[in-house]
């Protein structure tokens, strides 16, 4: 029997049909032959020995004298554990090559595996996510030329392997790849810098690595713990610490990373109908940049965008795709290291079109809130109104338009928010929408003023008669007739009214020779609604305000009236209070949007 029918019956006997045919199928990967190479060494390399070299052969059918291999032919291998260092391409984003050495440097394709002296080779928004057989994982971001090496004998993992970066940056998450198998300490090398990602407790090493611009490097500690060696020195990094090393020197004393962003907007979920679409964070305290990163998987392993040096917290991509993408922000530090970066949220991208960034009218209203009045056609309100956009009955959203964001627009000028109390005076108000995708739409504007002056409260003491004739001034007659004119503004089913006759006020040593028809006994509190209430006491004696006025009444009548050139008085409020041998008479005058005045007039009997 020669070789080659041997090694077809061993395959058969190693098949599904003869073997366990309910057998979960193994993970595969693609291997590149290199010069040299045959099915056996292969199989030592991958399986452990040369013997299973029929196992390889099984995967591959097409082969059909596993004698005769050639070099640059791709061939299925299993993925398990590897003599050599070892890691599957499991995720590729746009342009990415790989160099099977030293088979010239060709495009990547997922499941290819990369051995010893392999290396990956990522382009602008490019990126490529490897997973090592025991457990490791790491992402190539844009822009980086990565080469994987057997490690020395200094460390203690298995296997023993180092990453070597010459360009770029690449982050190391390692976890032990079963609960029984033991987490892999792997060396980054970056030029004479080298460092060793070690586990923490929970058996997990997390570790970002960047070759600096004039050949320094940076590491940043996400998890774990890391030893860092350069220029004759050791310097320990923590976790959640960075160094960062020069050219020639040895590694800075390590200093804390910085928090991860908060995102604001669109929020985890969200839907834009453009392609894009603005992205925002909250401010990072100490960033100096932000790196903004679009991917089609959580973990970034499949980059879409990346967008580096932002020094604001908002940025737009130039063209996302249709598709469901996630987004994250990293801040950096003045020295130049990556702070920790947000979780990466979900965005679904439902529309290829550009954010017009054109203004449209918007469906809905503004409303204004609080206490108003409407006199004619000028809407008095309070100083703490409030401004509300109320969307049409049944609007449909605007293309990207949710959420949308209203901006105030305050006498023509954008403002970040509508005021909390507002300025004495007339006022424009409008409001303008920007949404995710750039389009504005924009409200009609609300005329207002606003009446912060509280209604005067007017007293004197004299003959009744003659305090009517005069108070009934040509000038009060007119300013009478034209809010009759324009209409009040008072609140439907309260009567206009002013109070007749005069009360007597409750002082014991009041005289009792006041004539009926003119007098009625007051039962306080008192309270007239009207636009312009007055009302007539009678009382013998000395009254006096705080203000320091005084005057007896004798037979005469003290007159009070409240007045307001605003939005007119919506009522007047009499109270009193004893205090000793003195009564004093408490005056309250509101007005019809809640500015309030107040005044004591006491009572007292004379000298």
């Not at 007293?459 to 000038?475: H, I, P, T, Y």
């Amino acid at each position: 029997m020669n070789r080659t029918l041997a090694a077809l019956l061993l395959a058969l006997l190693l098949s599904p049909a003869a073997g366990a045919a309910d057998a979960a199928p193994q993970a595969t990967a693609w291997h590149t032959v290199r010069p040299g190479e045959t099915l056996r060494g292969i199989a030592a390399q991958f399986l452990g020995s040369s013997e299973l070299w029929p196992e390889i052969h099984h995967l591959n059918p097409g082969i059909a004298d596993p004698d005769r291999i050639s070099p640059g032919q791709r061939i299925r291998v299993p993925a398990r554990t590897s003599s050599l260092p070892a890691a599957r391409l499991n995720r590729l984003s746009r342009l990415v090559e790989d160099q099977p050495s030293p088979i010239p440097w060709q495009s990547a394709q997922e499941g290819d595996m990369l051995v010893e002296r392999d290396g990956v080779r990522t382009h602008q928004n490019s990126s490529a996510e490897m997973q090592f057989l025991d457990g490791a994982r790491l992402t190539v971001t844009e822009d980086s030329l990565v080469f994987l090496h057997r490690s020395g004998n200094t460390l203690v993992g298995t296997p023993k392997k180092s990453i070597e970066i010459l360009q770029g940056q690449a982050e190391l998450d390692a976890r032990a790849a079963s609960k029984a198998a033991p987490v892999p300490e792997v060396e980054i090398v970056l030029g004479a810098t080298r460092a060793t990602s070690r586990p923490d407790a929970k058996g997990a090493a997390h570790t970002r690595a960047r070759r600096a611009d004039g050949g320094g490097a940076k590491l940043m500690a996400y998890g774990g713990a890391s030893e860092v060696e350069a220029g004759g020195a050791r310097v320990q990094v923590p976790s959640g610490m960075g160094t960062s090393v020069a050219a020639q020197g040895p590694p800075s004393p390590p200093e804390p990373l910085l928090p991860a962003p908060v995102l604001a907007e669109p929020a985890p979920g969200a839907e834009r109908a453009c392609a894009d679409p603005a992205l925002a964070w909250q401010p990072v305290p100490q960033a100096a940049t932000y790196i903004v990163e679009v991917c089609r998987d959580p973990g970034c392993g499949a980059l879409v965008e990346r967008h580096a040096g932002e020094t604001a917290t908002q940025w737009r991509p130039a063209a996302l795709p249709v598709s469901e993408l996630y987004w994250r922000v990293t801040a950096r530090s003045r020295s130049g290291l990556d702070g920790y970066p947000s979780e990466a949220v979900r965005l679904a991208i439902t529309s290829d079109r550009q954010g017009s960034q054109e203004t449209a009218p918007a469906r809905g209203a503004l409303q204004v809130g609080g206490p108003q009045v409407r006199v004619g056609d000028r809407l008095f309100v309070a100083p703490a109104a409030t401004i509300a956009v109320i969307p049409a009955t049944g609007a449909d959203p605007a293309a990207g338009a949710q959420p949308a964001r209203w901006i105030p627009v305050i006498g023509g000028k954008q403002e970040s928010a509508w005021p909390a109390t507002w300025s004495p005076g007339e006022h424009t108000a409008a409001a303008m929408t920007l949404d995710g995708c750039g389009d504005r739409a924009a409200l009609a504007p609300v005329a207002f003023v606003v009446d912060a002056a509280a209604p005067v409260i007017r007293w004197e003491v004299g003959d009744r008669r003659e305090l009517s004739d005069r108070l009934a001034s040509d000038s009060e007659k007119e300013r009478r007739r034209e809010r009759g004119r324009r209409g009040g503004g008072r609140p439907a089913g309260e009567a206009w009214r002013s109070e007749a006759g005069v009360w007597r006020l409750p002082v014991p040593w009041a005289k009792q020779d006041v004539h009926q028809d003119k007098e009625r006994v007051a039962r306080f509190p008192i309270e007239i609604a009207s636009d312009h209430p007055q009302a007539f006491f009678a009382a013998p004696d000395t009254i006096s305000t705080a203000d320091g006025k005084e005057s007896r009444l004798d037979d005469r009548v003290l007159w009070i009236a409240a007045e307001d050139a605003g939005a007119g008085v919506d009522r007047v409020i009499f109270r009193t209070r004893a205090e000793g041998d003195r009564v004093v008479l408490e005056v309250e005058a509101r007005d019809l949007v809640g500015n309030v005045s107040r005044k004591e007039i006491t009572l007292r009997k004379g000298s």
